[in-house]
């Protein structure tokens, strides 16, 4: 049975594999709600000194994810600090352990999903301009068979939303509603979840 969600939750977490808009909708939803926005993957770098890419060459993935275990523990326990939006890398709530701490603290967890060939396509799209490397992205295959071994994972979060061709905006509203979260503001720009 999932630990309850407070009715005012500190911080709300968005989960989903690589290209499902994680980045693109907190930032959307923080300002919605005025809350702070952090890409865990962005911790875990300035705390580690190196790229995610770097992390996973020079260390391996077992190392990647215990920085991102410390990281997660960190983000936290600084919660009293202010409410906030964060975007989990696309293995971190995979991970048994990381998903009941977030359980464990309260802190919900919505899935953001869209059809496999959209997250590689978005993928594709952002690993042209001037994105962050992905370690795990190399050819579609084993993108589909990973994102199908982690969909199970996923679906454990509390709430589900598709995003394929839906505006950032629609996508953090549909949130905000389905958690029942307090609107501060809301922005008018327009733009498709990446």
Not at 49 to 77: K, N, V
Request: glycine fraction near 10%; charge should be neutral; aromatic fraction near 6%.
């Amino acid at each position: 049975m999932p630990a309850a969600i407070s009715p005012s939750p500190r911080a709300v977490v968005l989960v989903g594999f690589m290209g499902a808009g994680k980045s693109s909708v907190g930032r959307a939803l923080a300002e919605r709600l005025n809350w702070l926005f952090e890409d865990l993957d962005d911790r875990v770098e300035r705390r580690e000194g190196r790229t995610i890419a770097e992390i996973f060459r020079g260390s391996g993935e077992a190392e990647f994810r215990r920085a991102e275990r410390a990281a997660l523990e960190q983000m936290l326990e600084e919660l009293h600090g202010g409410a906030k939006i964060v975007a989990l890398g696309g293995g971190a709530f995979v991970k048994k352990d990381n998903a009941a701490l977030l359980r464990a603290a309260g802190v919900p967890a919505v899935f953001l999903d869209a059809r496999v060939e959209e997250l590689w396509r978005r993928c594709q799209e952002h690993m042209s301009g001037a994105g962050r490397e992905r370690p795990l992205l190399k050819t579609f295959e084993p993108f589909r068979a990973l994102y199908q071994s982690r969909r199970k994972s996923y679906l454990q979060a509390r709430v589900k939303i598709e995003t394929d061709g839906c505006p950032v905006e629609a996508i953090a509203a549909e949130i905000v509603e389905r958690l029942g979260l307090r609107e501060i503001g809301t922005r008018t720009e327009q733009g498709e979840a990446e």
